[in-house]
């Protein structure tokens, strides 16, 4: 694509990067008082079954999803016009879902900046090595990367390390403000636990509460995982790397069921936010549907998004996501060339 083209695909999609705030308040009505309405009949469902308590907070925490669509929305001072509205509401989905707002939005705006860019990974993406980085790493630093990119580690383990490390704590260089604010949500945090513990028991905690969370940051990390984890999804070095490209090629559209997409606040049109973050969540479909050029975004499905899991490591040569099998046959390989003798041929001299 041409840079002229590029910039026509650009000014094609900011049509729609402006917010309605009447669409936006339709949203809020019509996620967050349901997840409080769900976590509450999964609370007095605990009379009944603990199953059934559970069933309903896998449906509260899919709205715990679609209120983190919001604070990201925020994030981007997209949900609202206004910058201080969007700060406030931000603050306080962000306790919602247990994010600090300020904190992530700076790391979510670097990711933006970066994404695809291999000279600048590392700041709110998921880790990545390429071909070369596995080959000369040491053995530890193979193992450490292997733990990490295992399903049940990324996908068990990881909610507990998000909510209750990297989320509670500021990064080193830090301004003031987006310390504060870290406290704030952390304080918060920490005082509705406290009332919820006080009033209703640690049943409420233990088996409502958690389970909601945990749920809600597992298919998070799923959502933002697999988007930018496909087969020949874009990476280049600085000197090659172009921001649209990353957008359109870097990301996918992640085609949902209906009620899916509703409930994900249509961020499986990955595609059009990168190239446009400043398009709200509720205008992100008909970006797409009326930009033919982002019709052509890699399209994936629940069933093809699966294939995701095997993708390990990016291979520079190909182009390409390869897993840690191929990876450990291509090191065998050199191994064996390496130990292999060569061998001589004798001459008889008459």
């Given amino acids: 694509m041409s840079k002229q083209k590029q910039a026509q695909l650009r000014k094609d999609v900011m049509p729609y990067a402006k917010s309605k705030t009447k669409t936006s308040m339709i949203q809020l009505f019509n996620t967050i008082p349901p997840f409080f309405l769900l976590w509450f009949v999964a609370y007095q469902s605990l009379a009944v079954s603990i199953w059934l308590s559970l069933l309903c907070s896998i449906f509260a925490a899919g709205f715990l999803v679609r209120t983190f669509i919001i ?42 900046a970066t994404s695809g860019n291999l000279d600048h990974r590392g700041t709110g993406d998921i880790w990545i090595m390429t071909v070369a980085e596995y080959e000369k790493a040491t053995k530890w630093e193979r193992l450490q990367y292997r733990l990490y990119r295992n399903p049940f580690i990324m996908f068990g383990l990881g909610p507990f390390s998000l909510l209750l490390y990297s989320n509670r704590i500021n990064r080193k260089d830090a301004r003031k403000k987006e310390r504060w604010n870290t406290y704030i949500i952390n304080l918060s945090l920490i005082a509705i636990y406290s009332l919820i513990a006080i009033t209703l028991g640690w049943q409420a905690i233990v088996l409502v509460q958690l389970p909601i969370v945990y749920i809600a940051a597992a298919l998070g990390i799923w959502l933002f995982y697999v988007q930018h984890q496909f087969e020949d999804s874009y990476f280049e070095n600085e000197s090659e790397w172009d921001y649209v490209k990353a957008a359109v090629d870097g990301s996918s559209y992640y085609k949902l069921p209906k009620w899916l997409e509703w409930m994900t606040g249509s961020i499986g049109y990955h595609h059009v936010h990168h190239l446009a973050p400043k398009v709200p969540n509720y205008h992100l479909e008909q970006a797409h549907k009326q930009t033919p050029p982002l019709q052509k975004a890699t399209t994936i499905t629940l069933k093809t998004s699966l294939e995701s899991l095997k993708f390990r490591l990016y291979d520079e040569e190909r182009k390409t996501f390869i897993g840690f099998r191929e990876m450990k046959q291509r090191i065998q390989k050199k191994q064996d060339r390496k130990v292999t003798p060569v061998k001589r041929t004798s001459t008889i001299r008459s």
């Fill in 71 to 112: 604070f990201h929305d925020c994030a981007h001072q997209s949900f609202f016009k206004n910058t201080k509205l969007n700060r406030i509401l931000g603050t306080i989905t962000g306790i919602l879902t247990h994010f600090p707002f300020e904190k992530w939005k700076r790391e979510h705006a670097i990711h933006h």
